[in-house]
């Protein structure tokens, strides 16, 4: 499947997987945390949207840093190339090898260290699931500072590896910026550079109170003047602003069978806009309060607020399974990118006229506005590559050419590694070419992502 799609990238020159270094990592490990029986591996293989599959043999589940040490220095001695996987939930497809790399998965590394209160810290092995690390913080009264749909399968060393973002960052900032140690490094690096172990978190107090919007809106000229007047009315409580177009909202309802509880067409806007503070009476009618203004100035039609956690978490499905929903059935094309504010949307309307000639395309937009960050999905019901040729580089060229980036917060992974001359000069990649060959000589980290191919 694969090489059929990328018929670019070629296997490097890596030693192969044998009994004997299989026999090694057994000794190490024991032999169920070597996995090697085919429909063991199968699931390591693919991606969550299922567009990407490797082929490799062995999957390795150590528990500590040591044991991962011990596996890395024989993969490192017998020149076999490795693709580190926390949750696979990424969508660029970092997570799977390509070819036939040993696949490291730290799901086992699932320890919460310790949650200091007071300094507002928590300390975990990369393997802990983002929920699990929720519940470990809200006894503490903290909080994650990121918050991503995948929070039931991510895991923070998957979550530092890309740089999240995620629905909070508009509030509390960058993965970058939260992240305050690692055990091994690299935020953002994608497995390329080397594989985080364990790290340190700043976390936020948890919000005594959450408040919900949820809006529709009849053009997105009205949804950028209703985030300009959340920012001057919600000040510093606004925490996510998020946008949907009806296209997206339509796999929803269609494929999820998920139910929208306000009326809608086929040109309506969405918008999610929460607020976290600690006066519940002030936060409510703070919400309430720009919900009013917005509707007497014309920008919204029609909106519910809620602060009731069952009601909260129904409304934000609708947002959070939109890749799930748009994914089902139909090929899906995705691509995240970021855009100035005055043409992040038009980026659906570019897109659209370009693929005009394939009938059975549809273009959708969903994404984290409040960071300039849209999801950008082409759903056909089967892959095509006359139609990818068409999307594919003259997306990431119109991106660039408003004075956007061709990857926002999901990285580049195997898919748009060819691509990252459109975000990079060629200094910069010869930069980043040096910087991986001295901390990974052998150039066995997750090999084909990231950089283009030479
Ligand atoms: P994986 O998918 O397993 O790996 C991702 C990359 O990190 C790969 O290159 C892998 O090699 C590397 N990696 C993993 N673990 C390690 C490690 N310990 N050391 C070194 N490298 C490692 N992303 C966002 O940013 N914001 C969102 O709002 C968001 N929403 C999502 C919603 C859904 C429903 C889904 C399915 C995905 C979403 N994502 C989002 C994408 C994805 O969840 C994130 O990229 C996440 O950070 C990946 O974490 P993971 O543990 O699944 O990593």
């Known amino acids: 499947l694969t090489t059929e799609r ?22 190490i490990l024991g032999a169920n945390r070597v996995l090697t029986c085919r429909e063991d591996v199968a699931p390591y293989n693919i991606d969550w949207f299922k567009t990407v599959c490797g082929q490799g043999k062995v999957v390795l589940r150590p528990k500590n840093t040591e044991e991962m040490s011990h596996v890395m220095k024989i993969c490192s001695e017998n020149r076999l190339a490795v693709c ?8 660029v497809g970092g997570s799977v090898p390509v070819f036939d790399e040993v696949v490291i998965s730290t799901s086992l ?3 919460v260290n310790f949650v200091d209160g007071i300094s507002g810290t928590v300390s975990c092995q990369a393997g802990v699931v983002l929920e ?7 006894p503490e009264g903290l909080m994650a500072p990121y918050d991503l749909g995948a929070r039931g399968s991510c895991q923070v060393g998957g979550n530092i590896s890309t740089c999240a973002g995620g629905l909070r960052l508009l509030r509390y900032g960058s993965m970058l910026a939260n992240t305050l140690g690692i055990e091994a490094l690299f935020v953002g690096s994608e497995g390329t550079l080397g594989i985080v172990t364990q790290a340190v ?5 948890y919000p005594r109170s959450i408040n919900l919007a949820f809006l529709t809106l009849k053009n997105f000229s009205d949804v950028l003047s209703t985030f300009a007047l959340a920012k001057r009315n919600l000040c ?10 009806s296209a997206s909202m339509w796999y929803l309802e269609n494929k999820l069978d998920l139910k929208v509880p306000l009326e809608h067409d086929s040109n309506t806007f969405f918008m999610f806009i929460e607020t976290h503070g600690s006066r519940e009476d002030h936060d409510e009618e703070k919400l309430s ?8 100035k014309g920008f919204v039609l029609d909106g519910i607020t809620t602060n009731e956690p069952a009601r909260m978490t129904n409304l934000w499905q609708l947002r959070e399974r939109a890749a799930e929903a748009s994914s089902k059935e139909d090929y899906l094309y995705t691509y995240d990118v970021t855009l100035p504010l005055r043409n992040f949307y038009d980026a659906v309307g570019v897109l659209k006229q370009r693929i005009a000639p394939f009938r059975d395309a549809k273009v959708s937009g969903f994404g984290h506005l409040g960071d300039g960050n849209l999801h950008l999905d082409v759903t056909s019901p089967s892959y095509s590559g006359r139609l990818l040729n068409a999307i594919e580089p003259f997306i990431f060229e119109w991106v660039m050419s408003v004075g956007g980036s061709i990857s926002a ?8 590694a060819k691509f990252l001359k459109y975000a990079k000069s060629p200094e910069a990649i010869d930069l980043m070419r040096r910087l991986k060959s001295s901390m990974d000589p052998l150039g066995i980290l997750n090999p084909y992502k990231v950089l283009p191919p030479l």
């Open 6 to 27: 990328y018929p670019d990238v070629r296997r490097g020159s890596y030693g192969n997987l044998g009994d004997a270094q299989v026999a090694a990592f057994e000794r």
């Open 84 to 91: 580190p996987q926390g949750g696979n939930t990424g969508l």
């Open 109 to 111: 590394m699932n320890q």
């Open 132 to 138: 699990k690390l929720e519940k470990a913080l809200k």
């Open 201 to 205: 978190l700043q976390c936020p107090i």
């Open 236 to 245: 510093e409580t606004l925490s996510s602003c998020e946008m949907m177009d």
């Open 289 to 296: 309060g720009f919900v009013q203004d917005a509707m007497d």
């Open 409 to 416: 917060e999901h990285g580049m992974g195997f898919k748009k």
